[in-house]
């Protein structure tokens, strides 16, 4: 499968700052992304669709505003919290397609604490 | 939009037994379904997924079923072992895309 990182593994920030989260594809160029949100003991929630060259596509419910999301190359898709406030606080999971286009394959995740 | 019912939330077996998971989807032309496992504070890890055209699959002690007709499929773990224990996602992909929806989660847990 496809081997992804990301950085950083955690981080606390200040309630109205900005945090940005990188997803890095280390194995294979990824044209498509994924940004994931799990709050504890909850299931993943998709955010958004992160396309390469592309603006992504936000799910619904989403604030395209507060979430901005760049994939500048084949390997790396960021992440931007904006304005962060305590109820941003999550675990925040990027995934990679595979080459047969089907299966996705997680980052480590980022957890993020807005104090 | 496409949902995913996944039963039940919690399951506890002993060492040894089996262990079987269920997610009902809503949109019929789904047609990729993933199981994933994961640790506390862990990545999901992809351990079985099976495509529309395929009523089962099997991977030594993992295996899935899908029934397309009753839109619902299933994960069977056997010979269960403590390292089993964890939170197991069923998903779905929306339509013909590759975008997942997930199901609820279910913590397993073996017992010695």
């Known amino acids: 499968g496809a081997v992804v990182s990301q950085h950083p593994s955690w981080v606390i920030c200040k309630s109205g700052t900005s945090v940005k989260i990188e997803c890095r594809s280390l194995?294979?160029?990824?044209?498509?992304m994924f940004w994931y949100r799990q709050f504890p003991k909850q299931s993943l929630m998709l955010m958004a669709t992160s396309n390469e060259g592309s603006k992504a596509t936000y799910e619904q419910g989403v604030e395209k505003d507060k979430f901005l999301i760049n994939h500048a190359s084949l390997t790396l898709s960021t992440l931007t919290v904006t304005s962060a406030h305590p109820e941003d606080s999550s675990f925040y999971i990027c995934?990679?397609?595979?080459?047969?286009?089907?299966?996705?394959?997680f980052g480590p995740g980022t957890r993020l604490t807005v104090l | 939009g496409e949902n995913v019912e996944q039963h039940p939330s919690t399951l506890s077996v002993q060492e040894g037994d089996s262990a079987v998971i269920k997610c009902t989807y809503s949109?019929?032309?789904?047609?990729?379904f993933p199981w994933y496992k994961q640790e506390l504070g862990k990545r999901p890890q992809l351990i079985i997924d099976?495509?529309?055209?395929?009523g089962e699959k099997k991977d030594q002690r993992i295996a899935v079923t899908l029934n397309k007709t009753a839109k619902h499929f299933s994960l069977h773990i056997t010979e269960t072992q403590p390292e089993d224990s964890a939170v197991y996602f069923c998903a779905a992909s929306i339509g013909g895309a590759q975008k997942l929806v997930f199901g609820q989660g279910t913590r397993l847990t073996i017992n010695p």
């Open positions: 099976i495509r529309s055209n395929v």
């Open positions: 995934s990679v397609t595979g080459l047969a286009g089907f299966e996705q394959f």
């Open positions: 949109d019929s032309a789904s047609n990729y």
């Open positions: 194995d294979f160029q990824a044209t498509t």
